[in-house]
Nanobody, 115 residues
Framework: VQLVESGGGLVQPGGSLRLSCAAS????????MYWHRQAPGKERELVAL????????YYADAVKGRFTISRDNAKNLVYLQMNSLKPEDTAVYYC?????????WGQGTQVTVSS
C-alpha cells in the first residue's frame, strides 16, 4: 500500500501549484481522500477532503476559494490545485485515504511560499 505525493516546491506569493497523490496497493476509488498540512511548530490540519465518488467536498476556511480538490478514480490519483498562494500556506502537505476503520498516509511533500 502506498500513497505518494508530488508537485510541491517553492513558489512566490500569488502563485499556483498542483499537488498529486498517487495511490497503489488498495482500491482507492472506495476511499475518501484527504489533504492535510503541517507547518513548522504547528499541529497537522485538514485542508480538504473528497468523498469516494467525488460528490462531497469540504475545504477548510483558510483555503476556501483558493484551493480545489479533485480525483480521477480511473488513474488512482487525487489532486490539490492551489491558487493565490500565501506565505502562511507554507507547510508539508500530506495525502490520506480513509475507509473506516482503515487509514493510509503518504510521506508528504513540501510547499514553500516565499518571495
Amino acid at each position: 500500500v502506498q500513497l505518494v505525493e508530488s508537485g510541491g516546491g517553492l513558489v512566490q506569493p500569488g502563485g499556483s501549484l498542483r499537488l498529486s497523490c498517487a495511490a497503489s496497493g488498495f482500491t482507492s476509488s472506495s476511499y475518501a481522500m484527504y489533504w492535510h498540512r503541517q507547518a513548522p511548530g504547528k499541529e497537522r490540519e485538514l485542508v480538504a477532503l473528497i468523498s469516494s465518488t467525488g460528490g462531497n467536498i469540504y475545504y477548510a476556511d483558510a483555503v476556501k476559494g483558493r484551493f480545489t480538490i479533485s480525483r480521477d478514480n480511473a488513474k488512482n490519483l487525487v489532486y490539490l490545485q492551489m491558487n493565490s498562494l500565501k506565505p502562511e500556506d507554507t507547510a508539508v502537505y500530506y495525502c490520506r485515504a480513509q475507509r473506516l476503520p482503515t487509514t493510509y498516509w503518504g510521506q508528504g511533500t513540501q510547499v514553500t511560499v516565499s518571495s
